[in-house]
């Protein structure tokens, strides 16, 4: 079966420098992170699957500005054939952010933005953003941008903020969003997963939304194919075979699996789908929203 990975990160410790690694984590321990992970280093351990394309996801890279991280990458993908396309980063909080927007799209392979979401009040460890950005005047103004430049936006956030997010998604129908990692579930209790699954309802009525299923080791660290089915049939479930796809988040996720045993379980849960379907969710999808 062909793949994609459409949710991978490359990053080279000598080219930027990558602060963010020593920051506390929401995972816990994420000093397995500070090794380069090149191009090379995916396809090594893809050596045994069909993997045709893949999608960078920004790792505010960069030391002037983050452009610098989206015009190394090209220049990788110009060299290499990978990543087809990538997701790169602007401070969405920062006024005046449209001539960088503008910077990015110069790099062919530029299809989309984004800004980590993840929010809760008074709980700094479960923090990416500084404050909730989903109801920020200059985050939306920002986020508005993105139809005039015809690109998508990654969200990355917490059950608790989706109905923020929904708000946003409908006032804007013409901007695609990619919501990340299932969602992002970090807890696995019924009474959690049982809102997650209401959330993710909500945000499957906005037909500009779709799912990529990914990163569910971050939170269930010790996962198996039994583990993380469930969460995969519920995204599935609600948005539709036609609005998802899957992905590995690697090399975060390389601390709790193989690159071949993420794809092997999404084997092996979509076993019973039909050709079609199992073509949909494992590239064609990706192909579709990221346009590659």
């Not at 397995?32 to 993997?51: M, S, T």
């Not at 969602?183 to 959690?192: I, L, M």
């Not at 609600?238 to 045993?261: L, M």
Request: negative net charge; contains cysteine; aromatic residues 14%.
């Amino acid at each position: 079966m062909k793949i994609i990975d459409a949710h991978h990160h490359t990053w080279d410790l000598s080219v930027f420098p990558y602060s963010w690694m020593n920051n506390p984590h929401p995972t816990g321990d994420i000093s397995h992170l500070k090794n380069n992970y090149l191009i090379d280093d995916l396809l090594e351990d893809a050596k045994n699957l069909e993997l045709i394309k893949s999608v960078h996801i920004q790792c505010q890279g960069g030391i002037n500005s983050p452009v610098e991280e989206t015009e190394w990458l090209q220049s990788l993908s110009d060299k290499q054939g990978f990543p087809h396309a990538l997701v790169v980063y602007s401070d969405f909080l920062r006024e005046g952010i449209e001539k960088e927007i503008e910077e990015h799209c110069q790099f062919k392979n530029t299809r989309g933005m984004r800004y980590l979401l993840n929010y809760i009040n008074n709980d700094p460890i479960n923090c990416f953003a500084p404050k909730e950005a989903l109801l920020d005047t200059t985050f939306k103004k920002n986020y508005s941008l993105l139809e005039k430049y015809n690109l998508s936006f990654d969200m990355h956030l917490w059950w608790t903020q989706y109905s923020y997010a929904f708000d946003l998604i409908k006032s804007h129908p013409n901007i695609l969003n990619i919501i990340n990692h299932a969602g992002t579930p970090r807890k696995r209790d019924e009474e959690y997963l049982s809102n997650w699954r209401n959330g993710l309802k909500t945000l499957a009525q906005a037909p500009n939304t779709v799912i990529k299923i990914s990163g569910l080791g971050m939170f269930d660290q010790q996962w198996t194919t039994d583990s993380i089915k469930p969460l995969v049939l519920d995204c599935i479930e609600i948005f539709g075979i036609n609005r998802c796809f899957f992905s590995t988040n690697f090399p975060v996720d390389k601390k709790y699996s193989s690159y071949e045993k993420v794809w092997n379980s999404y084997f092996d849960i979509t076993k019973d789908f039909s050709i079609d379907e199992k073509e949909k969710l494992f590239f064609k999808n990706a192909e579709k929203y990221y346009r590659i």
